[in-house]
């Protein structure tokens, strides 16, 4: 089993930073990939970054150049820095850790695991 716990969000002006943290505990053998996505009121789930073991990154479209992604191997943590937020920004962050090999009712086991949300609101 994974447990993912985040941190980091709140209320920031437009124009301002913000940065998530999501820290994964349990018996972890290893990570494919860790990312965040988010969830606005009446919308979908939607991609924001994820970052591979190899470090490969993948950003969504609407935080290019805003948003930077990165990982702590040693502590199977994942970072999102948000900068120049906009209201638009708004949502529910959610971290995610795909491919996670872990002990789940002692067997190893690969699934995905989902973190419980931080909010992020960004006022005009």
């Known amino acids: 089993q994974v447990q993912l716990v985040e941190s980091g969000g709140g209320l920031v002006q437009a124009g301002g930073s913000l940065r998530l943290s999501c820290a994964a505990s349990?018996?972890?053998?290893?990570?494919?990939?860790m990312g965040w996505f988010r969830q606005a009121p009446g919308n979908q789930r939607e991609l924001v970054a994820t970052i591979t073991g190899h470090s490969t990154t993948n950003y969504a479209d609407s935080v290019k150049g805003r948003f930077t992604i990165s990982r702590d191997y040693a502590k199977s943590t994942v970072y999102l820095q948000m900068n120049s937020l906009k209201p638009e920004d708004t949502a529910v962050y959610y971290c995610?850790?795909?491919?996670?090999?872990?002990?789940?009712?002692?067997?190893?086991?690969?699934?995905?695991?989902w973190g419980q949300g931080t909010q992020v609101t960004v006022s005009s």
């Open positions: 349990g018996s972890i053998l290893s990570i494919n990939a």
């Open positions: 995610n850790a795909a491919g996670a090999r872990a002990l789940r009712r002692g067997k190893w086991s690969t699934d995905d695991y």
